[in-house]
């Protein structure tokens, strides 16, 4: 079955960090570029960031750009997003989605709380 | 940026209805434009890529139409299965932005 798993999130003070982490299974996870979007509660989708199969090119949206980092691990078929300097506003469900032209795969999502 | 702006924001329909949801980016995009589904709790789902393109799987009364800055989603006869919030969103440029939604709700 072709699927995505996010873990890694959790509860964080602001300014404190967070690793997500999204497992990929049942397709060639190298040949893929791959996203991170996330939704904050009762609010629209927000894309945040891309890294080519290679991993060669990422972007970034503005509000996480300097502040988040997103990276692969083709031989273990992993996508991680390393999250540093946390806001308030960065609550939300985060979730890792597969490919370019449209979002065909995506994971069932992680919250990430950041409250004081 | 691009802004991706849906309309409406919200909508009352019957099963068997034809429904339709707007998206208009604030500059062209050609046809890089997709449409996902959402029902509450759940991740997105892909429907239909490059303004038109039906996501293999997705039942054909989903249909999508448009290009440069206006997209049309339509669904032919609503099932009770198609109360949800529609996405839509570009990949012209970075950031690739959605759109803030459009509820479809039962009346």
Not at chain 2, 43 to 52: C, E, G
């Amino acid at each position: 079955e072709v699927q995505l798993v996010e873990s890694g999130g959790g509860s964080v003070q602001p300014g404190g960090s967070l690793r997500l982490s999204c497992a990929a299974s049942g397709f060639i996870f190298s040949n893929y570029g791959m996203n991170w979007v996330r939704q904050a509660p009762g609010k629209g989708l927000e894309w945040l960031s891309y890294i080519s199969s290679s991993s060669s090119t990422t972007y970034y949206a503005d509000s996480v750009k300097g502040r988040f980092t997103i990276s692969r691990d083709n031989a273990r078929n992993s996508l991680h997003l390393q999250m540093n300097s946390l806001r308030d506003e960065d609550t939300a469900v985060y979730f890792c989605a597969r490919g370019v032209e449209g979002y065909d795969i995506w994971g069932q999502g992680t919250l990430v709380t950041v409250s004081s | 940026d691009i802004q991706m702006t849906q309309s409406p924001s919200s909508l009352s329909a019957s099963v068997g209805d034809r429904v339709t949801i707007t998206c208009r980016a604030s500059q062209s995009i050609s046809s890089y434009l997709h449409w996902y589904q959402q029902k509450p709790g759940k991740a997105p789902k892909l429907l239909i890529y490059a303004a038109s393109s039906l996501q293999s799987g997705v039942p054909s009364r989903f249909s999508g139409s448009g290009s440069g800055t206006d997209f049309t989603l339509t669904i032919s006869s609503l099932q009770p299965e198609d109360f949800a919030t529609y996405h839509c969103q570009h990949s012209y440029s970075i950031p690739y932005t959605f759109g803030q939604g459009t509820k479809l709700e039962i009346k």
